[in-house]
């Protein structure tokens, strides 16, 4: 192990992911594990996710949850008070966006892009659940999506991090965020700047 | 040179100063935060002019790093922290206000906070002219362009789950239980990062910076950042 890290630029240095799977790291190692973000509010995932039926409606027939007037209003830059505190240090755990396309093009959209680049998907009615495949920086990156109707054929997504690295967050944002493919009007609050 | 000001010579500097201690004692805040969201205030308040009192331009200046032409939703906030009614925010509302957003809050006082939020001309409801008027400045404010109809429609679906008695207007009751079934409204009346602040203060020769660090995540950097005019 240690003629490993000792290489020189000459020849490939042993990688992190590598050393995780060294057998002589392995021994007594324990993950580190990262608590799960409280200042994520979770329940309404929660509530839906948890649920005694297992088994996840893919195609629903339903429609997506209708924003209210005041649900609307309280997304206004004049409303968010962390706006006090300067964005360029902090990356934002959650961004939304709006779409004209139907709301199950907009979740199949989402999974179609979600898939290849490595997330698990759990839907159940135009919520979803994405789950990261490779452990980066901290932990897993899980993010949940939900998809609400401000008015027909007029849809807000909104993407979460429930996980992970926020920096990672981003990026997996920025893959997800295509909008050639889903005609997006705008991105609300579209402030994603990278901390150091 | 002591490092703690006497409170006669701040209150000449900064009118409505109150010693960290006793603010400390009124809310939720520790003193030390108190005296984090003293140094938060000192360069938001001093950005236009230097009076130790944060005007509604240099309120808006701290929101959105520009001036504002009046906008209905960001007076509004500045009317809430506009405690005694002024014009002016002093200190003491500033931390007053702030409290109302720290996660301790009672969901009491968020929820009457919110109410008055909504209820433009105080006068004890919220009407649905008051809601058109904000889903309006909204729609304006992130280029949504949507047909009155559609308007009207998401006006109707709303007072049909929150106006109980179908008044055409909200009371402060009706907003409780309304809020009750929808908690992800009260969302914007709580910031987390409240919780976690202290200072760190760095000059610029073009800005003045406040870094807030959280003490649990030590890599995270939270920075007030207001120009210099």
Same mark, same amino acid.
């Given at each position: 192990m240690t ?5 020189s630029?000459?020849?490939r240095?042993?990688t992190i992911?590598e050393?995780?799977?060294d057998e002589?790291?392995k021994k =007594?190692?324990k993950p580190?594990h990262f608590e ?6 979770l329940?309404d995932i =929660?509530?839906?996710?948890n649920?005694?039926?297992?088994h996840?409606?893919t195609?629903s027939k339903?429609?997506?949850?209708s924003?209210n007037a005041f649900?609307l ?5 004049s409303?968010n008070?962390e706006n006090?505190?300067e964005k360029?240090?902090?990356v934002k ?9 139907p709301a199950?093009?907009?979740?199949s ?8 680049l490595g997330?698990s998907v759990?839907?159940k009615?135009?919520?979803m659940k994405l ?8 932990g897993?990156?899980?993010v949940?999506?939900?998809v609400?109707?401000v008015?027909?054929?007029?849809h807000?997504?909104?993407l979460?991090k429930t996980?992970g690295d926020t920096l ?7 893959s997800?965020?295509?909008s050639n493919n ?8 579209s ?6 | 040179? !002591?490092c703690?000001s006497s @409170? &006669?010579a701040?209150?000449?500097?900064f ?8 603010l400390?004692?009124?809310t939720a ?6 005296q984090?969201?003293?140094?938060m205030?000192?360069i #938001?308040?001093s ?6 009192? #944060?005007s509604?331009?240099?309120?808006q200046?701290?929101?959105f %790093?520009?001036?504002k @032409?009046?906008d209905?939703l ?12 002024r014009? &002016?925010?002093?200190? %003491?509302?500033f931390?007053?206000?702030m409290n109302?957003f720290?996660?301790?809050a009672?969901q ?5 906070f919110?109410f008055?939020l ?5 006068s !004890?409801y919220i %009407?649905r002219q008051e809601?058109k008027?904000?889903l309006?400045?909204?729609l304006r404010e992130s ?8 308007i009207?429609?998401i006006?109707d $679906?709303?007072f049909?789950e ?6 055409g207007?909200i009371? @402060?009751?009706?907003?409780?239980s309304? &809020? !009750?079934?929808n908690?992800?409204?009260?969302k914007?009346?709580t910031l987390p990062?409240l919780?976690?602040i202290y200072i760190?203060?760095?000059f610029?020769?073009?800005y ?5 660090? $959280?003490?649990?995540k ?7 950042? &207001?120009a210099?005019?």
């Amino acid at each position: 192990m240690t003629c490993a890290w000792a290489e020189s630029r000459k020849r490939r240095r042993i990688t992190i992911p590598e050393i995780l799977k060294d057998e002589w790291f392995k021994k =007594d190692y324990k993950p580190p594990h990262f608590e799960k973000d409280d200042d994520v509010n979770l329940d309404d995932i =929660d509530a839906i996710f948890n649920g005694s039926d297992d088994h996840l409606v893919t195609e629903s027939k339903e429609k997506p949850a209708s924003v209210n007037a005041f649900e609307l209003i309280s997304r206004s830059k004049s409303f968010n008070l962390e706006n006090l505190f300067e964005k360029q240090a902090l990356v934002k755990k959650e961004t939304q966006f709006t779409s004209r396309s139907p709301a199950n093009e907009i979740i199949s959209k989402i999974e179609e892009t979600a898939r290849p680049l490595g997330f698990s998907v759990q839907k159940k009615n135009y919520k979803m659940k994405l789950q990261g495949d490779r452990t980066g920086r901290k932990g897993q990156l899980a993010v949940a999506t939900e998809v609400f109707e401000v008015a027909p054929s007029l849809h807000l997504v909104e993407l979460r991090k429930t996980g992970g690295d926020t920096l990672e967050f981003h990026k997996a944002h920025s893959s997800l965020n295509f909008s050639n493919n889903l005609d997006i009007l705008r991105n609300l609050n579209s402030h994603l700047l990278i901390g150091p | 040179m !002591g490092c703690f000001s006497s @409170k &006669v010579a701040r209150q000449h500097q900064f009118p409505g100063y109150e010693d960290p201690v006793f603010l400390a004692s009124q809310t939720a805040f520790t003193v030390s935060e108190v005296q984090a969201l003293f140094e938060m205030f000192k360069i #938001i308040s001093s950005t236009v002019v230097d009076d130790g009192l #944060i005007s509604k331009e240099e309120f808006q200046l701290a929101l959105f %790093e520009n001036r504002k @032409k009046e906008d209905l939703l960001a007076n509004r906030i500045f009317d809430l922290f506009d405690l005694k009614q002024r014009g &002016v925010i002093d200190f %003491e509302d500033f931390v007053m206000a702030m409290n109302v957003f720290h996660p301790n809050a009672s969901q009491e006082d968020k929820l009457t906070f919110s109410f008055k939020l909504y209820d433009l001309d105080g006068s !004890g409801y919220i %009407e649905r002219q008051e809601v058109k008027q904000m889903l309006i400045a909204l729609l304006r404010e992130s280029d949504m362009k949507l047909a009155d109809e559609t308007i009207e429609l998401i006006l109707d $679906k709303t007072f049909s789950e929150a106006d109980a008695n179908q008044d055409g207007k909200i009371d @402060k009751s009706e907003w409780q239980s309304f &809020v !009750g079934r929808n908690p992800s409204l009260l969302k914007i009346m709580t910031l987390p990062y409240l919780r976690y602040i202290y200072i760190y203060t760095q000059f610029d020769h073009r800005y003045t910076y406040i870094y807030t660090f $959280k003490r649990s995540k030590g890599s995270l950097g939270i920075t007030c950042k &207001v120009a210099s005019t």
